[in-house]
């Protein structure tokens, strides 16, 4: 078991600069995932944490010990592929006791570590069977089995869920992590899914071109998003962005919009370095929208028109289109007997709920600037 | 009215039966979304639709006249293919174009293709990489170009066959509201497979479930949501799906109740009325929405579970708790958090129960 530190890590190839200035910890017996869209540069920190590729600049340390210079199989690092490879003409206990025999441990230390293994993954049945029998979600346990049995400093999970379907996914989502917590080994996870990342980590940091832009838990970061890409890659469906300009009418804080104003709730001018008259961008979340008729006199909002309902079971999502030229469309979350349909006039208004304020220029978010990184104003 | 009808479709393959008496009807302007586990027959179906594939048995008919015999090129359906089937050899335009350029298609002015082809791509986001080959684009990319090709056609009717899986979820949420709008706005019937039953489930009118090879259910959406007609079709639906534990059914004092090993959940009324005579004393598969349990205050009665493990997602989490030897899942509000092992109390009282027949898999 060991802690992870990156300290200042870079990684080019050629003219691409793939990993930019990359700082993060991650303790020991800790999941951190590591989330972003393909080209992110998530992928490359695995690799530089497996010693699979080399750093630019910069060092990696387990445990205090820099290991920046050691190659892979001096790392006692284990991976979970996201395509498995499992050696195809094994049985599944033969798979997981691999890296034990070609390491030449003695026989019933083996054997002990082997059916341990199998025992935890529940795969005791299947003990005999040849993988490639197995379903999807079967080999990737028999994957994570032959990564645990080693018992390494650290384990890298690689996109582990891509090639799973939904029922399967969801299913070892939550196997992998009550596992790592059993077996307390520091862990980081790779995935472009926000959900898995949410999920399964008690950490993620959200990576785009190469910069770290927020590192925090599940609720930091779809409560307080540092900037416009956290705010736009965390949430299903994605925050709503409003561009318009601050004003304040009496006790109320104003959005003049294109689509007409929008009033905020009191709560978010808490902390707001921003004051009347600047350009914003307001981020609010779809389950932080109202929607009333078009007659509706007490409630101003912005006139729309619906033009999509999606069923979402627990609760439905209303797309709304806003009247103003340039103007997004708004995702609303609904009761699912809300009587909205594709076609109504409504207006749509900000219920009594947090709101997010960024800056339209540096996309920081404007309730902690402090918080944001450096890399994500360039 | 342009409407499209599948007829006791099957379809073996050796010893398979990759579509087993499948009768299916598309009305105009309508989406029906088809959903079922890889392996199901979606994408079989999909060929037969379009004409690339002929059915063993049955008929593909538009507005009551088969069309079973009719090669793929007359049929003007537009397909996009869960494999994108782009010409690697092709610009993005020209894949786009192919369709509009083909023999027997309404002819249009080079300025009203390019115009069209080009508002395809804007519509997709993909505006400024006309130019490019197929291999020159990422996978989203590549699907984006497979959907724009079957979305610029005027057909009679559109098949696509899992047209935004590929995509990050913020493209696919806001391109499947637009690709909507744009479908129902016309006459013609379309098929949307998916794998993922919540994609479905949001943007088609009515959907259909697929499991080897057969139907288990046809409805709208709220329809195949609250009301699973089979275990098959629980097992697919919702995020996350139904919890399944079975037990046996009882009749007490109070009437009947679900004896699980771990508690016993008596039956409302409603749920006892709906159920068949003659069914006490006999197993049966319980159904619990996860949005439907509750936990409750320790004072309360309910039903003691350990934590298994605890999966926060920003608006809400899913708690996994163990009950005896099964695995439970609720969805719980943000702002709480939970720790492996916790002891925590489950109201069950708040959920609507839905029974299963062990064996046969239909709903009680």
């Known amino acids: ?378 | 009215m342009p409407s499209l009808a599948l007829e006791r479709l099957s379809q073996r393959f050796g010893d398979i039966d990759a579509l087993d008496d499948v009768s299916l009807a598309v009305g105009p302007g309508e989406i029906l979304g088809i959903t079922g586990p890889s392996g199901a027959g979606k994408s079989t179906l999909c060929r037969i639709v379009c004409g690339v594939q002929s059915p063993s048995r049955g008929d593909v008919c538009f507005d009551g006249v088969s069309v079973t015999r009719v090669p793929a090129e007359r049929r003007r359906v537009a397909i996009m293919f869960e494999s994108y089937a782009l010409y690697p050899h092709w610009s993005v335009f020209d894949n786009v174009a192919f369709p509009l350029r083909a023999p027997g298609v309404p002819h249009l002015s080079a300025d009203a293709l390019t115009r069209r082809v080009q508002d395809m791509l804007r519509f997709v986001e993909l505006a400024g990489l006309e130019a490019r080959r197929p291999a020159e684009l990422s996978g989203g990319q590549r699907q984006r170009v497979a959907l724009s090709r079957a979305l610029a056609q005027d057909a009679r009717a559109y098949v696509l066959d899992e047209p935004i899986s590929h995509l990050d979820a913020k493209l696919r949420h806001t391109l499947r509201g637009a690709i909507r709008r744009r479908l129902v706005r016309g006459e013609a019937p379309t098929i949307w497979t998916s794998p993922d039953a919540l994609e479905v489930l949001a943007v088609a009118d009515r959907v259909a479930v697929l499991v080897q090879g057969r139907v288990r259910q046809v409805g709208r959406p709220s329809e195949i949501y609250r009301q699973p007609a089979h275990l098959d079709v629980a097992r697919l639906v919702g995020d996350p799906p139904l919890n399944l534990l079975e037990g046996d059914l009882v009749s007490g004092a109070g009437g009947l109740s679900l004896r699980h090993h771990a508690f016993a959940l008596p039956l409302s009324a409603r749920v006892q009325q709906r159920l068949a005579t003659g069914r006490h004393g006999t197993r049966a598969v319980l159904g619990l929405r996860p949005a439907e349990i509750r936990l409750a205050a320790a004072a309360e009665t309910g039903v003691a579970a350990r934590v298994w493990v605890w999966e926060p997602l920003g608006q809400y989490g899913i708690l996994s708790v163990r009950l005896g030897d099964d695995i439970v899942k609720l969805k719980v509000p943000r702002g709480l958090r939970f720790h492996p092992g916790d002891p925590v109390t489950l109201d069950l009282r708040g959920a609507e129960p839905l029974l299963f027949d062990p064996a046969q898999g239909m709903a009680l």
């Open chain 1, 1 to 378: 078991m060991a802690s992870i530190r990156i300290e200042r890590v870079s990684k080019r190839y050629g003219a691409v600069e793939a990993v930019r200035d990359l700082s993060l910890v991650c303790a020991d017996g800790e999941l951190l995932a590591l989330l972003g869209p393909s080209g992110c540069g998530k992928t490359s920190t695995l690799k530089m944490l497996a010693g699979i590729e080399d750093v630019s600049a910069g060092d990696i340390y387990f445990e205090d010990r820099p290991v920046t210079a050691l190659d892979a199989a001096q790392r006692n690092v284990a991976m979970v592929f996201e395509d498995y490879a499992l050696y195809p003409h094994l049985t599944v206990a033969q798979n997981i006791a691999f890296p034990l025999e070609i390491r030449g441990r003695p026989r019933d230390e083996i054997r002990r570590a082997t059916e341990g293994a199998l025992a935890l993954l529940g795969l005791e049945a299947s003990r005999d069977t040849n993988v490639r029998l197995l379903s999807g979600g079967a080999q990737q346990r028999v994957g994570i089995g032959r990564a645990l049995v080693r018992q390494p400093a650290v384990i890298l999970f690689d996109e582990p869920l891509s090639h799973l379907d939904g029922t399967q996914k969801s299913q070892l989502r939550a196997e992998i992590k009550r596992l790592q917590k059993e077996a307390g080994v520091t862990s980081v996870l790779v995935t472009h899914d926000q959900t898995e990342a949410m999920a399964m980590a008690d950490r993620v940091a959200v990576m785009d071109r190469g910069a770290l832009q927020q590192v925090g838990t599940a609720d930091d970061l779809y409560e307080r998003p540092a900037n416009l890409f956290v705010a736009q890659f965390i949430g299903e469906p994605p925050m709503n962005l409003l561009p318009g300009r601050l004003e304040r009418r009496g006790t109320r804080l104003v959005l003049e919009s294109e689509a007409g104003p929008l009033a905020l709730p009191s709560a978010s001018v808490d902390g707001v370095a921003a004051g009347p008259g600047v350009s914003v961008i307001v981020g609010i979340r779809p389950e932080h929208l109202r929607l009333a008729g078009p007659e509706a006199p007490a409630e101003p909002g912005l006139p729309g028109c619906v033009f999509f309902r999606e069923h979402r079971g627990d609760s439905d999502v209303v797309l709304v289109e806003l009247s103003g030229a340039g103007m997004p469309g708004l995702a609303v979350e609904v009761e699912s007997d809300a009587p909205w349909r594709e076609g109504d006039a409504v207006r749509v208004a900000v219920a009594d709920a947090p709101v997010h304020l960024f800056d339209p220029g540096t996309g920081a978010s404007l309730r902690d600037a402090a918080r944001v990184p450096r890399a994500a104003r360039c």
